[in-house]
């Protein structure tokens, strides 16, 4: 039984930090710029898959789930109705004591989401045969009127570890990225792939706990224009991030995507800004790495029968401390055609992976070292009438206590050099870096 109300104003991860529980599973993800935030925490149902069937899994339990639902309420409001949110690894089996499964999806009990100046929240039960309905009303009417009302904890009876700074005491990493990307760009020489990305793993130890909603409270005001999303496996691990990059959107039939890729840093003031642009704008070397992203999202979705539209040439898009070359790609989304089915044959594209995608994943794995386990993986969100919204897991951090695992790749070509690709890494992790030890 899912139950859609529209509410009053109400900020979507001030909730979640409200009621926020180690011990139980959440999902939210923002979009700062655009007035759209979403949250969903403890579980009515859930479902894990593995192996390459794993979205065509995924989507055999959202149909199920479907079929035996009851919806009422105000499912046609924005975000209303019952929402299935989901994770798929970058590799489609996950490693021995992963934190998160290849892939995963729920319905969370209850889900809070703005749209511009709408808040709908979400009641979702699981009635089994035997169920006391009169228990399950009365916990149905006691949130109706919490979220009428909904009284925010204020600072003194936050958990402490919301409002205190977690100073870092120690970072490692393992192995040495110039000399992995050396070898890459010698393996490419040799014909093995044209591109590869390569990432690194910094693992931090800090003072205190570090919780996953104060470092995305620091993430939402400084990436407006990014996905800033947690998602908690209920075991205590949260993998988190800011996300510039949407894999893939499907609302009113129409499926949007995008190619980016190719980076440079951001300048000090206006000019050195539209200087270093125009640098990436008259760079072979990234001009090629993002045609080849914009190549590959053509020849995985035109099998499926979308006419997609895009311009010629890439725009440059500008985050906080970034630069890249981004093309925006959209088409109707034949009928027979799902979401899911789109995602599938999208992810990951050569800008998370490489090309050609098999040769590249193959060696990602060897060259890096370490497994990826959410980092450049597929996170979103599924409602009942076949829309939704997924973003690629980059610019991110596994939090799990005291401890985080940070996240930041860089792709390599034919012409890469690993200082440079070091660079382009280290500019990456300052972000993150700097939100989980903000003051």
Known sequence: MSISLAVDALDPLAVLESIFESGEPHFYAERP????AVAGAEVAVAGEARGPDRFAAVQRFIDDTLAHTIAVGDVNAPFGGPHFFAAFGFQGESEAGAAFPAATVFVPRWQVARAGATTTAVANLLVAPDAELE???ERVWRAHGKFRSFRYRDNAEADPVVTETATQVAT???GDYR???????????????????????????ATRPLHPLR??????????????????????QSFIGASPERLVRVSKGVLETEALAGSIRRGAGASEDAALAAA????????????EVLDDIVARLTPLGLDLEFSPRPQVRRLANVQHLHTPVRAALPEKVRLLDALAALHPTPAVGGSPREAAMAAIRELEGFPRGLYAGALGWLNARGGGEFFVGIRSAEIDGR???VFAGAGIVA??????????TELKFKAMLEALLAP
């Open 33 to 36: 710029g655009i007035e759209s």
């Open 135 to 137: 228990t399950l009303v």
């Open 172 to 174: 490692t990493e393992a």
């Open 179 to 205: 000399s992995t990307v050396a070898r890459a760009v010698e393996r490419i020489g040799q014909g093995e792939f044209k591109k590869i990305v390569l990432a690194r793993a910094k693992d931090l130890t």
């Open 215 to 236: 470092v995305l409270n620091g993430l939402r005001q400084r990436f407006t224009d990014c996905y800033s999303f947690s998602f908690a496996n209920g075991r205590g």
């Open 280 to 291: 990436l704008l008259a760079s072979e070397k990234d001009i090629r790495e993002q045609r």
């Open 403 to 405: 401890k985080a695992r």
């Open 415 to 424: 012409g890469s050099t690993p200082d440079k690709e070091f660079a382009e």
